[in-house]
């Protein structure tokens, strides 16, 4: 026998001993671990990897719940389910956080040796890695933690070393000198999405290089003025009026005496600037396209570390590119050639792990061939194997691949996968050769062979996880049986960088799509719909929020407020506030259940299984039928919205299910027959019973560890038994009454009726009204109020009902929906004479209030000269009164008030 349930509810006291006895249990592998190839069809989700030094922020908090609450959701329908965990080695990011430790000891890595370096970042991660999977285990996240893969892993290394040799044997893998974007501080290429574009402030310098041949000079106009010390060309568009004269003629390149052409070349944009631009292949992406069309010299003037190099003239050697930039402008000005300078707001790349500007510049780097990995990969979208949520998310996804660039996969780090290239030293072979092993000498000629120093960008191997995580390239079992996956959830951010890379090299190397359906949710924003980032310090951690209010009310929080394609607000500043739902829904549910666990004692039918198996049709009472029938229309509304992964939605149907149908209305309509004052005790027990045995299988997916403490407690549990292996509730035909619903519907519109009377007439909760007049419209509504008297008396303090037409007399009079109508005769249950000078006083202050409105809105002055929105709303604050006073004139005529 388990425990009763504490008097309040503390989640601190059974999440973490229940995520324990889960895992110790097996209940996250696959059923196929346990049933064999009997399990039900395989159901998949591809874990996205954290960093393995990342710490778990709000993000994460979202998007591992969702993917939770699907699992959890398809395990007990009965599929074969498998959550994958895992972690990324994360060059950069790891790579920089141990550089700043070694900084701190005076060192960097250059002391310390790139095999030295290796192993103190191995170490690192071997302390820190399993962090941020125990603080998965926090949120709840059941995840099969046997097959938990690390990127860095000898097998997923064998993977990524399989992948790169047959890119490259195929050609679709090269190496180039191009420009690509570098970061100074991170000192390593960056991909084009890992140049992230922000919106900055910067200006437009507009600079006069003289002509050759005349005194005459053409101005271009600039961002970065400091690059023109690199300039080996001035371009123009071919057909530009302006400039028909002036192709093929030379200028004068200012501050280095050097003379360069001006070409004609129809990639300028003769609408930006003056229509002429300079061109500095070494350091511009168009500028490099257009002298590889003209032949141009490509002079690169900086250094990696962003500083002005031998190739630029002496005086700038070693400057920084920003106090270049400065002395630039200067001697420009004070050579009478600055033609102007403007502001200007244009996007700038940024690192994405550091957030420095990034620098265009060329060099020599690796590169994976996208176009023709891209066609096949659009297909599937433009056919409807792939499919996005939200939808529109698919047309991004389609853009980026008609528009694909080929990807700089080589990294200057030391930590990652190391590109498997070999270079042959002899003088007489040269050869590069790419190798799944190492290699001690050429294969050619037997001579020295040195390997690529780079290594691979993290998302190479990354993309790879949906297969390399379960075996390949061997054919493994789990291969075999749990590729391809289902459902692919993550955040938006990553959709060119992981989401599509995954796509392509899935079809490449499996031959189908690694997941059929991408759900991209929202960005979790603050209360002024900031991202939320650990540099703004408007975070939330969600193990503050756990240790606070707990795992559940967390992530019921979470997906509660996040309706797919919307972002999730939450106040950094105002924990209690933001996560009140979550916290308040918790305590509900609990003390509902305790409530009913308390009360399942005494004579009873068996409570467990399913209502027709239990009580026979003819022992319900109308409440009975209509909790009944409302709990298969959770059933169904739920059900319909995780299929849909319309998360919010499943959580509103449990939700109104639990907190109003269960709580607010069954449980106080039974507690008279549970208390014996009524018969149908054993009825109401066993109905109870099961239904709330379906609202904590509803609500299961989301919250986790609420519902496995209450559902352990109900009557029936064998030993070991989990709510997250139970069987998912499937609609039962028989439970629907639509004529059950409509009846008790009106129960509850009388009652509310009734209370809000005792509310607007300020009679005292203590008072019991004497008799109720009801004037019902049909036979239907009669015979629904009288099915439950009883329970209209209990919850509206109510001695008796009268099926007549009101009587005169000073009264509160309420018309339902149905036209039916309730009189309460007032006489004995307030003081009639306060009451109508407490009305008179507020009709008069009401008013006073409208006159001066009327005056304030016929004020011509007023009304043509304010604002619309403001005439707008100073209108409907006058309607809003004018209807206030006559609700308070009709409340003191229905009093009978002098």
């Known amino acids: 026998m388990t425990e009763p349930l504490a008097a309040q509810y503390?989640?601190?006291?059974?999440?973490?001993?229940?995520?324990?006895?889960?895992?110790?249990?097996?209940?996250?592998?696959?059923?196929?671990?346990?049933?064999?190839?009997?399990?039900?069809?395989?159901?998949?989700?591809?874990?996205?990897?954290?960093?393995?030094?990342?710490?778990?922020?709000?993000?994460?908090?979202?998007?591992?719940?969702?993917?939770?609450?699907?699992?959890?959701?398809?395990?007990?329908?009965?599929?074969?389910?498998?959550?994958?965990?895992?972690?990324?080695?994360?060059?950069?990011?790891?790579?920089?956080?141990?550089?700043?430790?070694?900084?701190?000891?005076?060192?960097?890595?250059?002391?310390?040796?790139?095999?030295?370096?290796?192993?103190?970042?191995?170490?690192?991660?071997?302390?820190?890695?399993?962090?941020?999977?125990?603080?998965?285990?926090?949120?709840?996240?059941?995840?099969?933690?046997?097959?938990?893969?690390?990127?860095?892993?000898?097998?997923?290394?064998?993977?990524?070393?399989?992948?790169?040799?047959?890119?490259?044997?195929?050609?679709?893998?090269?190496?180039?000198?191009?420009?690509?974007?570098?970061?100074?501080?991170?000192?390593?290429?960056?991909?084009?999405?890992?140049?992230?574009?922000?919106?900055?402030?910067?200006?437009?310098?507009?600079?006069?290089?003289?002509?050759?041949?005349?005194?005459?000079?053409?101005?271009?106009?600039?961002?970065?003025?400091?690059?023109?010390?690199?300039?080996?060309?001035?371009?123009?568009?071919?057909?530009?009026?302006?400039?028909?004269?002036?192709m093929g003629q030379r200028v004068r390149l200012p501050l280095t005496d050097r003379l360069i052409p001006i070409v004609g070349d129809e990639a300028v944009d003769r609408e930006f600037g003056t229509g002429a631009v300079k061109v500095t292949p070494a350091h511009d992406p168009t500028d490099f396209e257009i002298g590889q069309r003209h032949h141009l010299e490509a002079i690169d003037v900086m250094?990696?570390?962003?500083?002005?190099?031998?190739?630029?003239?002496?005086?700038?050697?070693?400057?920084?590119?920003?106090?270049?930039?400065?002395?630039?402008?200067?001697?420009?000005?004070?050579?009478?050639?600055?033609?102007?300078?403007?502001?200007?707001?244009?996007?700038?790349?940024?690192?994405?792990?550091?957030?420095?500007?990034?620098?265009?510049?060329?060099?020599?780097?690796?590169?994976?061939?996208?176009?023709?990995?891209?066609?096949?990969?659009?297909?599937?979208?433009?056919?409807?194997?792939?499919?996005?949520?939200?939808?529109?998310?698919?047309?991004?996804?389609?853009?980026?691949?008609?528009?694909?660039?080929?990807?700089?996969?080589?990294?200057?780090?030391?930590?990652?996968?190391?590109?498997?290239?070999?270079?042959?030293?002899?003088?007489?072979?040269?050869?590069?050769?790419?190798?799944?092993?190492?290699?001690?000498?050429?294969?050619?000629?037997?001579?020295?062979?040195?390997?690529?120093?780079?290594?691979?960008?993290?998302?190479?191997?990354?993309?790879?996880?949906?297969?390399?995580?379960?075996?390949?390239?061997?054919?493994?079992?789990?291969?075999?049986?749990?590729?391809?996956?289902?459902?692919?959830?993550?955040?938006?951010?990553?959709?060119?960088?992981?989401?599509?890379?995954m796509v392509m090299i899935g079809l490449e190397f499996q031959g189908e799509l690694p997941f059929t359906l991408v759900y991209l949710h929202g960005t979790v924003r603050d209360a002024q719909h900031r991202r939320m980032s650990k540099s703004r310090g408007n975070g939330i951690d969600p193990l503050d929020v756990i240790r606070r209010y707990g795992a559940d009310a967390l992530r019921y929080t979470l997906l509660a407020g996040t309706a797919v394609g919307t972002d999730l607000v939450l106040d950094h500043n105002d924990l209690e506030t933001s996560f009140a739902p979550g916290r308040n829904f918790a305590n509900k549910l609990w003390n509902a259940g305790r409530f009913l666990l308390s009360n399942l004692s005494g004579p009873s039918r068996p409570l467990a299984g399913p209502y027709a198996d239990v009580v026979g049709r003819d022992e319900l009472q109308l409440a009975d039928k209509w909790i009944i029938a409302r709990c298969e229309r959770a059933v169904v509304e739920a059900t319909a919205a995780y299929d849909k992964l319309r998360l919010n939605d499943a959580a509103a149907a449990a939700y109104h299910f639990i907190w109003s149908d269960v709580a607010d209305w069954y449980i106080e309509q039974v507690k008279p027959r549970l208390y014996g004052s009524q018969p149908g005790g054993d009825v109401a027990r066993a109905v109870l019973a099961?239904?709330?045995?379906?609202?904590?299988?509803?609500?299961?997916?989301?919250?986790?560890?609420?519902?496995?403490?209450?559902?352990?407690?109900?009557?029936?549990?064998?030993?070991?038994?989990?709510?997250?292996?139970?069987?998912?509730?499937?609609?039962?035909?028989?439970?629907?009454?639509?004529?059950?619903?409509?009846?008790?519907?009106?129960?509850?519109?009388?009652?509310?009726?009734?209370?809000?009377?005792?509310?607007?007439?300020?009679?005292?909760?203590?008072?019991?009204?004497?008799?109720?007049?009801?004037?019902?419209?049909?036979?239907?509504?009669?015979?629904?109020?009288?099915a439950e008297l009883p329970t209209i008396r209990v919850l509206s303090k109510t001695e008796g009902v009268r099926f007549a037409k009101a009587p005169d007399g000073p009264g509160g009079h309420q018309v339902l929906s149905d036209g039916s109508s309730i009189y309460v005769p007032l006489g004995d249950l307030v003081d009639l004479e306060r009451e109508c000078a407490r009305l008179s006083t507020e009709i008069d202050r009401v008013e006073r209030m409208v006159g001066a409105q009327e005056q304030k809105l016929a004020n011509e002055q007023f009304v043509s000269k304010a604002p619309a929105s403001v005439v707008d709303r100073e209108r409907a604050k006058l309607a809003d009164w004018r209807s206030q006073a006559l609700t308070l004139r009709e409340k003191r005529e229905q009093l009978g008030c002098g």
């Not at 292996?725 to 439970?735: G, K, Q, S």
């Not at 209370?755 to 015979?783: C, D, F, M």
Request: net charge neutral; with cysteine; proline share 7%.
């Open 303 to 501: 250094t990696p570390e962003a500083k002005m190099s031998l190739a630029a003239p002496e005086r700038f050697q070693g400057l920084d590119r920003y106090e270049a930039r400065r002395r630039v402008v200067a001697e420009f000005e004070a050579l009478g050639l600055l033609a102007g300078v403007e502001p200007h707001r244009h996007a700038v790349g940024h690192c994405y792990r550091c957030d420095t500007v990034v620098e265009p510049r060329l060099s020599e780097q690796w590169f994976v061939r996208m176009a023709p990995l891209a066609q096949p990969a659009l297909a599937a979208y433009r056919t409807g194997r792939l499919r996005f949520i939200p939808e529109r998310r698919g047309e991004e996804y389609a853009y980026w691949m008609e528009n694909v660039r080929d990807w700089c996969i080589s990294r200057q780090l030391w930590w990652g996968h190391r590109i498997p290239v070999w270079y042959c030293d002899a003088p007489e072979c040269g050869a590069t050769t790419a190798s799944r092993t190492d290699l001690e000498h050429c294969p050619g000629c037997h001579g020295p062979v040195r390997q690529d120093d780079d290594v691979l960008d993290t998302w190479f191997s990354s993309q790879l996880v949906p297969f390399s995580a379960l075996g390949w390239p061997t054919r493994t079992k789990d291969l075999v049986r749990f590729y391809p996956g289902n459902t692919l959830v993550t955040a938006p951010e990553i959709l060119f960088f992981w989401v599509a890379r």
């Open 690 to 786: 099961r239904t709330f045995d379906v609202a904590l299988r509803l609500l299961h997916p989301i919250m986790p560890f609420i519902t496995e403490t209450l559902w352990q407690q109900l009557p029936g549990r064998t030993a070991g038994a989990s709510i997250s292996l139970a069987e998912w509730p499937a609609p039962d035909r028989r439970a629907s009454d639509a004529e059950a619903e409509a009846d008790f519907a009106v129960v509850q519109e009388v009652i509310g009726a009734l209370r809000s009377l005792r509310a607007e007439y300020n009679v005292a909760p203590g008072k019991t009204i004497a008799t109720v007049w009801i004037t019902p419209r049909g036979a239907a509504v009669r015979r629904a109020i009288e």
């Open 10 to 246: 503390d989640p601190t006291h059974f999440e973490t001993e229940l995520y324990r006895a889960w895992e110790a249990g097996g209940l996250f592998r696959p059923t196929s671990d346990r049933a064999g190839p009997g399990a039900g069809a395989p159901y998949v989700i591809m874990m996205p990897p954290p960093n393995v030094t990342a710490q778990l922020h709000m993000g994460h908090g979202l998007t591992y719940t969702i993917q939770d609450a699907l699992i959890r959701f398809e395990r007990m329908r009965g599929r074969d389910t498998l959550w994958l965990p895992g972690t990324d080695h994360a060059g950069i990011a790891t790579q920089n956080v141990v550089e700043r430790l070694l900084a701190k000891e005076g060192k960097t890595r250059f002391d310390l040796g790139r095999e030295a370096f290796a192993k103190r970042v191995a170490h690192f991660v071997a302390d820190t890695g399993p962090i941020i999977l125990n603080q998965l285990r926090a949120l709840g996240a059941s995840c099969d933690w046997s097959r938990t893969y690390f990127t860095l892993d000898a097998d997923l290394s064998h993977a990524v070393r399989e992948v790169f040799v047959t890119l490259y044997e195929k050609g679709l893998i090269y190496r180039g000198n191009y420009i690509i974007n570098w970061c100074p501080r991170c000192l390593t290429a960056l991909s084009n999405e890992e140049a992230e574009k922000e919106e900055v402030d910067g200006k437009i310098w507009r600079l006069a290089y003289p002509l050759e041949s005349s005194d005459g000079r053409i101005v271009v106009a600039t961002t970065r003025p400091e690059t023109m010390l690199g300039d080996t060309a001035v371009a123009v568009h071919p057909k530009d009026p302006r400039y028909q004269g002036l």
